[in-house]
């Protein structure tokens, strides 16, 4: 059983930045490789970005690099995403998710078996 928990979503203006936290209930959170996406309404769940089980190897999608940050502390089994820059397409549903870390980087939903309830971004123009 894995459990994650989203938070730090909310309302920022346009060019504002954001951090959100995933707190994971796990036996072993540095076994698992973490990842971010997003969904709009109508729109398919997107890709963000995603890290391995220690760090180090991250990736992100088109629209978050350069901007995002994805980042963990294995000690607090808590996975990050700092968000600066944004803009209101970046209003969405963002979910936390986990996978056994394989030792490759996963970037599709259907490589993601655990997933948190999702925290609401909205970004004003």
């Known amino acids: 059983q894995v459990q994650l928990v989203e938070s730090g979503g909310g309302l920022v203006q346009a060019g504002g930045s954001l951090r959100l936290s995933c707190a994971a209930s796990v036996r072993t959170f540095s076994m698992y490789g973490m990842a971010w996406f997003r969904q709009a309404p109508g729109k398919a769940r997107e890709f963000v970005s995603a890290?391995?089980?220690?760090?180090?190897?991250?990736a992100y999608g088109d629209d978050a690099k350069g901007r995002f940050t994805i980042s963990r502390d294995n000690a607090k089994d808590t996975a990050y995403l700092q968000m600066n820059s944004l803009k209101p397409e970046d209003t969405a549903v963002y979910y936390c998710?986990?996978?056994?870390?394989?030792?490759?980087?996963?970037?599709?939903?259907?490589?993601?078996?655990?997933w948190g309830q999702g925290t609401q971004v909205t970004v004003s123009s």
């Open positions: 890290i391995r089980r220690i760090g180090g190897s991250t």
């Open positions: 998710a986990a996978r056994w870390d394989t030792g490759v980087l996963v970037t599709a939903v259907t490589g993601y078996p655990y």
